[in-house]
């Protein structure tokens, strides 16, 4: 298993002003450690990446588990009031230049969940999210930098590998619905839905993420 420093989300230098595709970079990364397909998992952007290189380069996909994934070219999506209620608070921190405030709301809207009260997830992962996340806002790269140009929203029925999609049961609906409905695209998908979890089980329950991961290439 391998995992990568996607550029600006860890220690890789976040490359502003400079040209680049997360696409390509994560090609590279399989230049690097295999020449046979492999399962690409992903979570959120991540998840965009992988079904993106599925869509581009199908020959390098064994197969897909994507946790409450980005879809390129997907509809915009119809807010639930929880979570434009936390949108908007978002907004505000942005335009006031506070990035304390920025992290204290992303936390509660991706770990806790937007209907949840704030701080339902306590340390470790409550710790390990805000000191991540702090990378990134610290990077400051806006999330159009970097994209593939890829709509794989049109094209998910040429992805013929096995794919398990899932998401938590308290993230927020239009993830939910989003990934229910990008199961039943997929002509090898299927949707599992994460109980008492919102937009990052990795964080909250490595173990049943690690099982759901196996039982995903058991499903192939």
Known sequence: MVAYDRRGFGETAPSVGEEFSPVE????????VTNAPAWLVGSSAGGGVALDIAV???????????????????PAPELGADTARLGRLLEEAM???????????????????????????????????????????????PEEVGASGVDAWSQLDCVQVAATVA???????????????????LPRGRHRVLHGM?????????????????????FA
């Open 56 to 74: 581009t380069a199908p020959e390098r996909v064994a197969g897909l588990g994507l946790l409450a994934s980005a879809v390129s070219g997907a």
């Open 95 to 141: 335009e006031a230049g506070d990035l304390d405030e920025l992290n204290r709301l992303e936390t509660w809207l991706w770990l806790d969940g937007p209907a949840q009260p704030e701080g339902r997830v306590g340390d470790p992962a409550r710790s390990l999210f805000l000191d991540m996340n702090r990378i990134i806002l610290a990077n400051g790269v």
């Open 198 to 218: 919102a937009h990052l089980p990795q964080l909250e329950d490595p173990a049943a993420v690690a099982a759901l991961v196996v039982d995903a290439v058991d």
């Open 25 to 32: 970079d994560l090609l590279e990364v399989l230049d690097l």
């Open 167 to 185: 998401s938590g049961a308290l993230d927020g609906p239009f993830v939910a619905e989003r990934s229910s409905e990008l199961a039943e695209r």
